[in-house]
């Protein structure tokens, strides 16, 4: 098993309330973001970590120094970090490519330890998290799901899909070495076509249409996280998520 954690982001959104530092780098309680990842992936028997790193990573990489198995890390840089995350996603081939299950993880999510434990549980060779508790509008990421087979996944679901639960993705996912096969091919896709500018999410959004029965997910509902995107959502990591949380 081996984890690959989306660090590249800029997060222009979160404006003054972060001081300009990379998202994976904020602190709670005096650990950071990136740190709380890699402790539980640790925690969880990965042996190879992989992190993506763009915006300021010279502060990422002095994070990373820090950590006493170190070199069980790699990182690897996406200088175009500025455009969609297809192409961090990218910058991954080598994990990608690896011939092993692979853990993929948005860096800037706070949650309990159970949920990240949910993917190394399943029994599903390739696992998406949902949790139905949560307010619809344009930011989630959806995961629609009719009978047991998810029929959608995105921000934006048609008015006329007929679905029987609705959640949101966590951002953390479990992908069998086929299906890390081919998402690296839709990478290669994406970025010929120039469409450098698509969220990873639309090359999963791609396999599921084209094949829904070889993915799967487990829901999370009732287990505390956040994304931190916004200044409020880091202000209510802080006030309210953090309490539910104990590592």
Same mark, same amino acid.
């Given at each position: 098993? @081996?984890?690959?954690?989306?660090?590249?982001?800029?997060? @222009?959104?979160?404006?003054? !309330?972060?001081?300009?530092?990379? +998202?994976?780098?904020?602190? $709670?309680?005096?650990?950071?973001?990136?740190?709380? &990842?890699?402790?539980?992936?640790? @925690? $969880?028997?990965?042996?190879?970590?992989?992190?993506?790193?763009?915006?300021?990573?010279?502060?990422?990489?002095?994070?990373?120094?820090? !950590?006493? $198995?170190?070199?069980?890390?790699?990182?690897?840089?996406?200088?175009?970090?500025?455009?969609?995350?297809?192409?961090?996603?990218?910058?991954?081939?080598?994990?990608?490519?690896?011939?092993? %299950?692979? !853990?993929?993880? %948005?860096?800037?999510? *706070?949650? &309990?330890?159970?949920?990240?434990?949910?993917?190394?549980?399943? +029994? &599903?060779?390739?696992?998406? *998290?949902?949790?139905?508790?949560?307010?619809?509008?344009?930011?989630?990421? +959806?995961?629609?799901?009719?009978?047991?087979?998810? =029929?959608?996944?995105?921000?934006? =679901? %048609?008015?006329?899909?007929?679905?029987?639960?609705?959640?949101?993705?966590?951002?953390?996912?479990? $992908?069998?070495?086929? =299906?890390?096969?081919?998402?690296?091919?839709?990478?290669?896709?994406?970025?010929?076509?120039?469409? @450098?500018?698509?969220?990873?999410?639309? *090359?999963?959004?791609?396999?599921?249409?084209?094949?829904?029965?070889?993915?799967?997910?487990?829901?999370?509902?009732? &287990?505390?996280?956040?994304?931190? %995107?916004?200044?409020?959502?880091?202000?209510?990591? +802080?006030?309210?998520?953090?309490?539910?949380?104990?590592?």
């Amino acid at each position: 098993m @081996k984890a690959i954690i989306l660090a590249a982001g800029v997060g @222009k959104r979160l404006g003054e !309330i972060s001081s300009g530092k990379p +998202k994976c780098l904020l602190e $709670f309680e005096q650990v950071s973001l990136l740190k709380r &990842h890699i402790n539980l992936l640790r @925690k $969880f028997g990965v042996k190879k970590i992989l992190v993506v790193t763009g915006y300021r990573r010279e502060e990422i990489i002095a994070e990373l120094s820090g !950590i006493s $198995f170190e070199d069980e890390i790699e990182t690897v840089f996406n200088p175009d970090f500025e455009s969609g995350s297809v192409i961090s996603l990218f910058s991954a081939s080598k994990f990608l490519e690896s011939r092993d %299950d692979v !853990i993929l993880m %948005d860096a800037d999510v *706070l949650y &309990h330890a159970d949920i990240l434990q949910a993917l190394f549980n399943t +029994k &599903h060779a390739n696992c998406l *998290l949902l949790d139905r508790d949560f307010e619809a509008g344009e930011e989630p990421v +959806k995961i629609c799901v009719r009978g047991n087979i998810i =029929v959608e996944f995105r921000k934006q =679901v %048609d008015a006329q899909l007929e679905f029987d639960t609705q959640g949101e993705s966590v951002g953390f996912f479990r $992908f069998s070495p086929a =299906v890390c096969e081919q998402l690296l091919k839709q990478c290669r896709l994406y970025i010929d076509n120039n469409n @450098k500018d698509a969220p990873y999410e639309d *090359l999963i959004r791609d396999l599921l249409l084209q094949t829904p029965d070889v993915f799967n997910f487990e829901d999370i509902t009732g &287990h505390a996280w956040i994304e931190i %995107d916004f200044p409020e959502d880091l202000v209510r990591a +802080k006030e309210e998520i953090l309490k539910q949380i104990n590592y």
